[in-house]
């Protein structure tokens, strides 16, 4: 397992991080203890985790079930020390979490107190605020975004608070370091900007979708990365189970996240349709298992902090690990490009 530096935190993180957005309702709290034991095993020492968990689906019944599984693993093993832990705050708009209100000084310092307890931890290794209050491009919102309706003052003021918030956080030694989620290059390098006038916490990372895909990263973000040390966590690395071939020809296996969530969030829909099964015959003309080939594609690209895998099943997590030990020639990585310009932005 190789593993990358957060930022300029100093904190070391596995290239692969364990996602756990399916425990607590997909996957028991046995399911999630056997993964966690299972990923530690293999060297994974990064967990990504949120308030708003489970998502398959969501429901206010189930909401935080997901930290309490991770808490209960930290309490029955004494692991919390050899794990980065990083969950998330949830921003504006659901109304069964503190009234939808989003990350404010106010939500963020309840939502904290609440999953270091369903944690039982006394402190969170990488808060990240899981959207912006303001609006933004990610879960298919690009055909219908306008950032021309956002007040720019009124933005910039919530990333000060949010800000000066996790400050107070980080002197409380209740949170170490801070990073965003499904945010845009203008939010990011305003939180950058204002981190550096103020002398507040800097963001570490940004967790955006990035997968064979929707590689939306590959521009103006990645040219962020690169300056200014924030690296990439990439959720749906498989494009929510497309790219592993069980959705193929309109199937929706039993159990499978589709037969719960529908279209995966849009992701499901036929353009996607030609360029995975390319992506299939790639892997299959080089021996490669499909879903280890998308990740093992995610693990080359160099804004890469760690790519987030979730499994429902042991098998699924064996494959998604082991993706760490395949090594794509340049063959396949020619042959991908091929595809990707042929299919730039089917999602």
């Known amino acids: 397992m190789k593993f990358n530096t957060l930022g300029r935190t100093g904190i070391s993180v596995s290239q692969i991080c364990l996602g756990t957005m399916t425990w607590g309702t997909q996957n028991s709290e046995e399911e999630a203890h056997e993964q966690m034991n299972y990923a530690v095993e293999k060297g994974v020492n990064f967990f990504d985790t949120a308030e708003l968990y489970p998502t398959t689906p969501l429901s206010a019944e189930t909401y935080g079930h997901t930290e309490q599984f991770i808490g209960s693993w930290f309490e029955k093993t004494g692991k919390r020390k050899d794990v980065v832990l990083a969950t998330k705050v949830a921003g504006h708009g659901r109304s069964y979490i503190r009234g939808g209100e989003g990350a404010d000084a106010k939500n963020m310092t309840l939502a904290v107190e609440a999953s270091l307890k369903r944690l039982k931890t006394d402190y969170i290794d990488l808060y990240q605020i899981h959207w912006p209050n303001r609006g933004h491009f ?20 919530n990333i000060l608070e949010i800000l ?158 082991g993706a760490t030990d395949v090594k794509l020639s340049h063959e396949v990585l020619d042959e991908i490009e091929k595809v990707h310009r042929q299919y730039p932005m089917p999602l």
Not at 143 to 153: C, G, I, S, T, V
Not at 309 to 318: N, R, S, V, W
Request: hydrophobic content about 40%; charged content about 20%; aromatic content about 8%.
């Open 138 to 157: 990610h879960f298919r919102q690009n055909w219908h975004y306008d950032p021309f309706k956002q007040d720019r003052a009124k933005a910039a003021a």
């Open 164 to 321: 000066e918030t996790a400050g107070t956080l980080v002197r409380d030694g209740k949170v170490r370091a801070i990073g965003l989620s499904n945010e845009t290059t203008w939010g990011i390098q305003k939180y950058l900007t204002l981190s550096e006038q103020k002398g507040l916490p800097r963001v570490a990372s940004v967790q955006n979708e990035y997968n064979l895909l929707y590689r939306h990263f590959d521009l103006d973000l990645a040219e962020l990365s690169h300056h200014e040390d924030v690296g990439l966590l990439a959720y749906s690395p498989l494009a929510a189970g497309i790219l592993s071939g069980k959705y193929q020809n309109g199937e929706k296996p039993s159990g499978s996240r589709a037969s719960i969530n529908g279209d995966l969030g849009g992701r499901l829909q036929p353009l996607q349709e030609a360029p995975t099964k390319a992506y299939l015959e790639i892997a299959a003309k080089h021996g490669l298992d499909p879903s280890a080939m998308a990740l093992a594609f995610c693990l080359t690209r160099r804004f890469m902090a760690s790519v987030i895998i979730g499994a429902t099943t042991m098998d699924q997590l064996k494959i998604d690990i």
